[in-house]
């Protein structure tokens, strides 16, 4: 036990960890404020995916503690043909910081603490990383900050991404990726141990991050790997490649990791045997390719110069396209980039910057786009007829060819997202550039120092208070569903409501089958082939078609009805007793057959 300890104390930091981790935890509040004013009844922003991720947390307390069932047989919707969760990020890792929250303050507040830990968390994880590998508790700090408050992880938070705002675990698994190359004795078998277990983390988070860690990580090993040779190349027996410590450890990082990775991606990988995930059209993932500009650009979030930004660029795809490096961040990674032969870390900076810059490139998707609108270049008239085209990219990235043959590739979307692993290197950088300045400075100046540079971080990432918050609550209509003794299915019309994110959350109120669900990019079979019938509500061939789907309550939005007589006619002559109007929502119940 004294020996873990100390194990545990070398690589931590010792108790120090304790004051940096309340340090990201206020830091945390600071960035979200006022969300603890609100962690059980609102969300941060509108209502989107966020009230999908309540309902996940909700829904997988609600089996495992109230019904003893597995949690990821989601029968009761896209009913009766059910649903796989796999259809969209499942990310079990966030689910499992929100549970048990959510059993004291219910799901909202689950959701809220476990945002409010994805900031805690990356802030020290990252800040153990670049103390571990500098000794500065300062550059840990700077580095940590750097990596919390990108305004990267501002907007998923608003947007209520609760997958994407677990990137805790990328410094794990870089900080052992770099510990299982940079040494091939004991302590490299612990880094791998370490990335392992942050790869699978990951794995349990995000298949976004998973697969890109992966491309990621490859280009950083290789370039830290190619160093190691270039640097060794009269002894190539001293290089890494050629040492079975080496093999070994990077065994011991995979085998780390197999576990959790399996269960991460398990679901999608039976998902896609079953053709369940197709791959994307690249006309979709090409209007997600980043911009140079993006990378430069402050956050719109921002409280000084965030409007500012929104109104002269184009900032539509603000969410995914909120890649600010950051002006103090990346020129302190700048100075560590200028003075790597100083400060013991050359291999690993030069490392950091090809994987930054293959991540920068691969973010920048399939052409090149400037300002957020793609590059083209006319063609010549003699040649539009045979490339039946007026305009082309004037360059295509590798993103491009990548998608037509790289594994996997095409199931991307938002190609953006590479762009935070550039973040996270820049904020590593930073943390190095920190320590540089620090030990060139006095004794009685540096407090002083480390506080500057903090609040330069600071200044430059904040988004000023939450201006917008949505309560998570029922309608009126699911309150009287659930007094309701039946248990068949209930229907959503207009039919396109039926895959908005709210209808999964109304669920956990009335406690019945739901014909729909949030289907996302993937709509189930049964749910594409009903659509074009039932969006077509209140033609008669809809309402033949509720029978086979085991319908027994129908809504109808009042708003989308003004003639509700419409509405009550054909489904009265079909059976279906109006129950009234509640709230908005017009309810209707299967009228039972009375036994004689």
Known sequence: MERARQAGERWFGGRRWVGAALFFAILGVVMTWPLVLHMGSALAGR?????????????????????????????????????????????????????????????????????????????????LWVRKL?????????????????????????????????????????????????????????????????????????????????LVGAVFAAAYLLDDAWTQRKARSAWRLAQRNFWAQIVILGLAALPLTALGVGPYVALNQQGGLPDRDIAVTRRYSASPTDFLLPSTDHFLWGRWV??????????????????????????????????????????????????????MGTDLHWLSEPVRVS?????????????????????YYLFDHFPFYAKLRALMRFGLFALLFVSVGAGLGAAQVLGRTAQRWKGAVLLGMLALVLLDFYPGPV???????????????????????????????????????????????????????????????????????????????????????????????????????????AGYVYLGLFGDQALFEKAQKVTP
């Open 467 to 573: 201006q917008e918050f949505a309560p998570v609550q029922a309608r009126p209509v699911d309150a009287a569903l659930a007094q309701r003794p039946g248990q068949g299915a209930v229907i959503q019309f207009p039919f396109i409501l039926s895959e908005d994110q709210e209808q999964t959350y109304y669920t956990l109120e009335h406690g019945k089958p739901f014909v729909g669900g949030f289907f996302n990019a993937f709509p189930p079979p049964q749910y594409a082939r009903i659509r074009p019938v039932m969006e077509q509500f209140p033609s008669a061939e809809s309402i033949a078609m509720l029978p086979e789907l085991g319908v027994e309550f129908v809504i109808a939005a009042a708003g989308a009805y003004p003639d509700l007589a419409q509405v009550r006619q054909p489904l009265e002559a």
């Open 47 to 127: 209502i989107g995916d966020n009230i999908y991720f309540v309902w996940m947390i909700g829904w997988v307390k609600k089996a495992l503690f109230d019904l003893g069932a597995n949690p990821f047989d989601v029968w009761f919707l896209n009913y009766p043909e059910g649903w796989n969760m796999a259809y969209t990020e499942i990310t079990p890792a966030m689910l499992g910081l929100a549970l048990p929250f959510s059993l004291v303050g219910g799901a909202t507040f689950g959701y809220n603490a476990a945002m409010l830990l994805s900031y805690a968390l990356s802030g020290l994880f990252m800040f």
């Open 379 to 399: 063609v010549p008239g003699f040649l539009q007829g045979v490339l039946g085209r007026t305009e082309i990219p004037l360059v295509h990235l590798p993103g």
């Open 134 to 214: 500098t000794g500065s508790w300062g550059a840990g700090l700077v580095a940590g900050t750097a990596f919390a408050c990108l305004p990267y992880r501002t907007a998923h938070f608003l947007i209520g991404h609760l997958n994407l705002s677990g990137t805790m675990w990328l410094p794990l698994f870089f900080w052992g990726l770099h510990g299982t190359l940079e040494d091939t004795g004991r302590e490299g078998r612990k880094a791998a141990v370490l990335g392992g277990v942050g790869l699978g983390l990951t794995a349990l988070t995000s298949q976004y991050y998973l697969y890109m860690a992966l």
């Open 310 to 363: 929104g109104e002269h660029f184009n900032r539509e795809l603000w969410v995914e396209a909120t890649l600010y490096v950051g002006a103090a961040a990346g020129a302190l990674a700048l100075l560590a980039l200028i003075l790597r032969r100083r400060g013991g870390h050359r291999r690993l900076v030069v490392s950091l910057f090809w994987a930054g810059a293959a991540a920068v490139v691969l973010a």
